[in-house]
Nanobody, 115 residues
């Protein structure tokens, strides 16, 4: 069983930056997609950014130009660089990794942006 562990969340002022990391407990073969999602209180979980084996990245409109997703060459760690943070970015951020058989989720890391 694969475990994903996120880190890097915290409290930051509006306009600040954070870098989230998500490390898998072992190498996952044939990863198709790595991504980040977030869930604010009272709202549904939403996509933030994904990166695929084909080299395609996708961002939510609300984070385009501010957030950047990247990964290591082993497809074991995925990162989310978050710049120009806004209070509306406050949420629990979850990483997700999908291979040909399963979808794995981390436990989430809290990001709080103060105004």
């Amino acid at each position: 069983q694969v475990q994903l562990v996120e880190s890097g969340g915290g409290l930051v002022q509006s306009g600040g930056s954070l870098r989230l990391s998500c490390a898998a407990s072992r190498i996952i073969f044939r990863v198709n997609v790595m991504g980040w999602y977030r869930q604010a209180p009272g709202l549904e979980r939403e996509l933030v950014a994904t990166t695929t084996r084909d080299g395609v990245t996708n961002y939510a409109d609300s984070v385009k130009g501010r957030f950047t997703i990247s990964r290591d060459n082993a497809w074991k760690t995925v990162y989310l660089q978050m710049n120009s943070l806004k209070p509306e970015d406050t949420a629990v951020y979850y990483c997700n990794v999908r291979d040909i058989r399963a979808s794995y989720w981390g436990q989430g890391t809290q990001v709080t942006v103060s105004s």
